[in-house]
């Protein structure tokens, strides 16, 4: 591993989710001289990168992440396979419905679409949420056992009430995900919000996304038609990126026996 690349993504990581942090803080979280840190975030501002607050001295993320990640969204090829499916589920449904991709210890929605009543939703292709608080980040972590221990190695963030955040209790609903295919949560992410996920295969069976259904809370739970169609987007999607059978197994480790 290249140090230099290597602290210079931890900066990054460390203001990720609208975070606005100083060379003290940063400094703090990496545990690096701040002229260590000075020097870094510089450089990354020099690329637009980073970015500094106007009149300020807080740092936040550059705006050519967001044309980075533009250039990333618009070449994945599970997103551009995945588009006419998630259309049809959110019309046979009435929901909201997301796609989205592991990203370090988040999920990030890699398309969405609004809930076809008409109403005034905000967008939220770029949206990143805790992957322990997301059906979509389950289903990911159930897949991918490495992750989850490296995840479950620091104390994990609640932002409900409702978030689960002991890990003995996320394992066991790893184990219900593995076998009925599909994940939920309820409030955990946001107050009033829940969501349904199901994981997405790619032609040699690793699951690489998720598909989910967000409802109001107030409406939960959601109606067998729902996780049906659900399923079968999953289903269309995966066959779409070559995978021919469905859900995929969850690959067992020797300790986990």
Same mark, same amino acid.
């Given at each position: 591993?290249?140090?230099?690349?290597?602290?210079?993504?931890?900066?990054?990581?460390?203001?990720?989710?609208?975070?606005?942090?100083?060379?003290?803080? &940063?400094?703090?979280?990496?545990?690096?001289? =701040?002229? $260590?840190?000075?020097?870094?975030?510089?450089?990354?501002?020099?690329?637009? /990168?980073?970015?500094?607050? =106007?009149?300020?001295?807080?740092?936040? /993320?550059? =705006?050519?992440?967001?044309?980075?990640?533009?250039?990333?969204?618009?070449? &994945?090829?599970?997103?551009?396979?995945? !588009?006419?499916?998630?259309? @049809?589920?959110?019309?046979?449904?009435? /929901?909201?419905?997301?796609?989205?991709?592991?990203?370090?210890?988040?999920?990030?929605?890699?398309?969405?679409?609004?809930?076809?009543?008409?109403?005034?939703? !905000?967008?939220?292709?770029?949206?990143?949420?805790?992957?322990?608080?997301?059906?979509?980040?389950?289903?990911?972590?159930?897949?991918?056992?490495?992750?989850?221990?490296?995840?479950?190695?620091?104390? /994990?963030?609640?932002?409900?009430?409702?978030?689960? $955040?002991?890990?003995?209790?996320?394992?066991?609903?790893?184990?219900?995900?593995? #076998?009925?295919?599909?994940?939920? #949560?309820?409030?955990?992410?946001?107050?009033?919000?829940?969501?349904?996920?199901?994981?997405?295969?790619?032609?040699?069976?690793?699951?690489?996304?998720?598909?989910?259904?967000?409802?109001?809370?107030? @409406?939960?739970? =959601?109606?067998?038609?729902?996780?049906?169609?659900?399923? @079968?987007?999953?289903?269309?999607?995966?066959?779409?990126?070559?995978?021919?059978?469905?859900?995929?197994?969850?690959?067992?480790?020797?300790?986990?026996?």
């Amino acid at each position: 591993m290249i140090q230099s690349i290597d602290r210079a993504a931890q900066v990054l990581s460390s203001l990720q989710g609208a975070r606005h942090l100083g060379i003290t803080e &940063l400094a703090g979280r990496l545990g690096l001289p =701040p002229s $260590t840190v000075h020097g870094i975030v510089k450089s990354l501002q020099a690329h637009g /990168l980073v970015a500094k607050e =106007p009149n300020g001295n807080r740092y936040m /993320l550059g =705006p050519a992440l967001l044309k980075l990640s533009n250039v990333y969204l618009d070449t &994945l090829d599970v997103r551009a396979r995945a !588009m006419r499916w998630t259309q @049809e589920l959110s019309r046979r449904t009435g /929901l909201a419905v997301r796609l989205g991709a592991e990203l370090f210890d988040e999920v990030i929605v890699i398309h969405h679409n609004n809930r076809p009543d008409g109403s005034e939703q !905000m967008p939220e292709t770029g949206l990143s949420i805790p992957v322990h608080a997301s059906a979509m980040g389950k289903i990911l972590l159930t897949y991918n056992a490495d992750a989850a221990d490296q995840l479950f190695e620091k104390p /994990l963030r609640s932002l409900t009430g409702d978030t689960i $955040t002991d890990p003995s209790k996320l394992i066991l609903q790893f184990a219900q995900i593995a #076998e009925r295919g599909i994940a939920t #949560e309820e409030d955990e992410a946001v107050l009033g919000e829940s969501s349904i996920a199901a994981p997405i295969a790619d032609r040699n069976g690793s699951v690489i996304a998720a598909v989910a259904v967000v409802m109001p809370s107030s @409406e939960w739970p =959601p109606e067998d038609n729902v996780l049906n169609v659900l399923r @079968e987007t999953a289903r269309n999607i995966s066959r779409e990126l070559g995978y021919t059978s469905w859900p995929p197994p969850v690959v067992r480790r020797p300790q986990d026996d």
